[in-house]
Every structure is written in structure tokens, then in C-alpha cells.
């Protein structure tokens, strides 16, 4: 089905009409403050089919669970340890996933077959609101097609999605920049499925913390996974992403002896000594979390054919930039 996607704003008349076609079994481009979503009617299996098919998402990758609060959060999953509503009271709303055993409530379409699910609560006033509104609990993924770089800002999310949804709420640009951060619990230890703004080191406060292999490495095949963008090539340009390892003046004398056409480096900021064109996406992790998608998708503005980006750091945040990085890149790593 093909539709006339609206573009709306944050205004209470728009978010109450996103909402009527929430609860009508639609799909709505929503705003959160890590990345834009596909917002649906977590319990209404066509309406998760809706969500599947405006992606061209493979249906083995599960759903996260957004709702407006943490009082809610026994309502979609059962057996809830304690722990978790620490971590709530602690982060929640916020980038924050925790993957739970389900209700039966939650379709199996929206888990991927799992008897878990995640729930988060988001930070950014528009999605709550339009949860409230709604009454739902909405399913959402990233709004981008599937494998590409996921969506920062409204006009990300028309770029992929236009004719596919009904209409995007505009929020302005997502302040992180990556998703939420994934944790499960197992054996009274948190366990970090994927790495997002909330770092191993804040979650260590609260008791034993274990880093899940996927997180630098990838699924194999057949492999089920508990979070999403885990198991497939994920966040990736139409260009092909290296990860360079190295000093500053490693990568910039790498970057200048390469010799192929459309070649783009992608340092931590503009560097005097390079002779290749370069889209920098930040000093810091916290910069490089906000820019790194945007930056990937100028990419493709460009027609880039190749990309070499200097490898972040991996404590605190940069661990989710990295993780990121390493799936746009098919996991192609070179060592200087």
C-alpha cells in the first residue's frame, strides 16, 4: 500500500492525529531521543506487519516495547526482578532496553518468537505523548529501511520511508544518536546485549556487569539473538565502511597513499595534513554517537564508493559507536 506521508509536528492536534492512526493499527514515523522509530500497536499483529514490511526487516529480529511508564512495565513482561525497577528509577525515561520475559499479551511477531521482550521508556516528550495518547504500548523499531544507517532526524526518516507510512512526526534532531542501550539479566549479573548511551560503567554501580559476545562480534547463521541489530549487517551506506586502527597521523598518512576514486575519510575532526575529502564526526564519544548516522548517510549524498573511518574508543559510549561502526562495516577492520 503506498500512502501520502505527512509530515507533522509536535503540536497537540498532530500528535492526537498520529495517535488515531496508532490506535486505528497504522504506522507513524515517531521521535525519540536516540534515533526516529516505526511506531506501531505493539499488540496488533497486522499492525507489526506493517512495521516489517515498510523496512523490508527480516521478521527473526525482535521489536522493542516503548511505554510511558515504569509502572507499566509489569503489564508486558512477568517475573520482573527487583533490579530492574532500580535500573528504572535510575534511567528510566531514557535509552535504556531491558529484555524480560513476556506476557503472553505480546505477539509473537513483535518478539521474534522469543519468550522475552524489551521494554523501554522513552525520554522524548513527543513519544510518550503519543503513547499516552494512543493508550498502546507502541512496538519501534528504527525508521529507516533495513541495514541502512538508522534515522536522526524527520527528514531521514522521508527520505526512506516516503509512501510507505502515513506520516513522521518532526522532533528535531535526536540529541544521542544511537540506540538505547540492552541489557538482560541472568544469574544476578546485567548483561549487555547491546552497547547504547547508558555505558557498562553507570550500569556497574548497580552490581556485576557482562559485555554479550555480539557486541563485537557478529550472529551467525541461524542464530537467535534477544536484541536488535545484532545478527545482520546493520547501519550501513551505500558505500563500503573500513574502520581504520591507529594514531591520528597512522590514519592520515593511510587516507593520503590511497590512490582509488570516490574515497572519503571519516576522521574525528578536519585535519590540515589530509589530501582526501572528509566528513569528521566528532572529538568526543558523546559527538560521535550524535553525528555518526547523519554522517554516514552524507556519505551517500556524495556517491562515496569507499569510506575509511578512524576507530573510536571503546569505554563509555564509544563502545556503542564502535559496535555500530563495526556492523556498517561488515566487521572490515584494519590494523595500522
Not at 504506522?27 to 506487519?49: C, F, Q
Not at 560503567?201 to 547463521?221: C, Q, R
Amino acid at each position: 500500500m503506498s500512502y501520502a506521508t505527512k509530515l507533522l509536528t509536535t503540536s497537540e492536534a498532530d500528535i492526537e492525529y498520529a495517535a488515531g492512526l496508532i490506535a486505528d493499527g497504522e504506522v507513524v514515523g515517531m521521535p525519540t531521543e536516540t534515533v526516529y522509530g516505526l511506531a506501531a500497536d505493539a499488540e496488533n499483529i497486522s499492525a507489526v506487519e506493517k512495521i516489517f514490511q515498510a523496512k523490508g526487516r527480516p521478521q527473526d529480529n525482535p521489536l522493542i516495547v516503548h511505554i510511558a511508564e515504569a509502572g507499566d512495565i509489569g503489564r508486558y513482561a512477568r517475573d520482573v526482578p527487583e533490579i530492574a525497577y532500580k535500573l528504572a528509577e535510575k534511567f528510566c525515561p531514557g535509552p535504556l532496553t531491558m529484555v524480560l520475559p513476556k506476557r503472553d499479551r505480546i505477539p509473537d511477531i513483535t518478539s521474534a518468537g522469543l519468550d522475552t521482550v524489551g521494554i523501554r521508556i522513552p525520554y522524548h516528550n513527543a513519544a510518550r505523548k503519543l503513547i499516552r495518547l494512543s493508550g498502546k504500548a507502541i512496538a519501534a523499531p528504527s525508521a529507516n529501511l533495513s541495514g541502512s544507517p538508522s534515522p536522526t532526524t524527520a527528514a531521514h526518516v522521508i527520505n526512506d520511508m516516503n509512501g510507505r507510512i502515513p506520516a513522521v512526526i518532526d522532533g528535531g534532531n535526536c540529541p544521542v544518536g544511537v540506540e538505547s542501550t540492552v541489557i538482560s539479566f541472568e544469574n544476578e549479573a546485567i548483561r549487555i546485549l547491546r552497547p547504547g548511551f547508558i555505558s557498562w560503567e553507570e550500569l556497574s554501580e548497580f552490581g556485576e556487569v557482562v559485555k554479550d559476545k555480539h557486541i563485537t562480534e557478529s550472529a551467525g547463521e541461524g542464530e537467535a539473538v534477544r536484541s536488535p541489530g545484532m545478527k545482520y549487517k546493520h547501519y550501513s551506506p551505500k558505500a563500503r565502511v573500513t574502520i581504520v586502527c591507529g594514531s591520528e597521523q597512522q590514519f592520515v598518512d593511510f587516507v593520503n597513499n590511497l590512490n582509488d576514486e570516490n574515497v572519503y575519510a571519516m576522521p574525528f575532526e578536519i585535519s590540515e595534513k589530509m589530501r582526501v575529502p572528509c566528513i569528521p564526526y566528532g572529538k568526543t564519544a558523546e559527538e560521535q554517537a550524535a553525528r555518526l548516522f547523519a554522517v554516514l548517510r552524507e556519505f551517500d549524498e556524495k556517491s562515496a564508493e569507499r569510506v575509511y573511518a578512524m576507530c573510536p574508543s571503546q569505554s563509555g559510549v564509544g563502545l556503542a559507536v564502535y559496535n555500530r561502526l563495526l556492523r556498517a562495516a561488515g566487521f572490515e577492520i584494519i590494523n595500522l
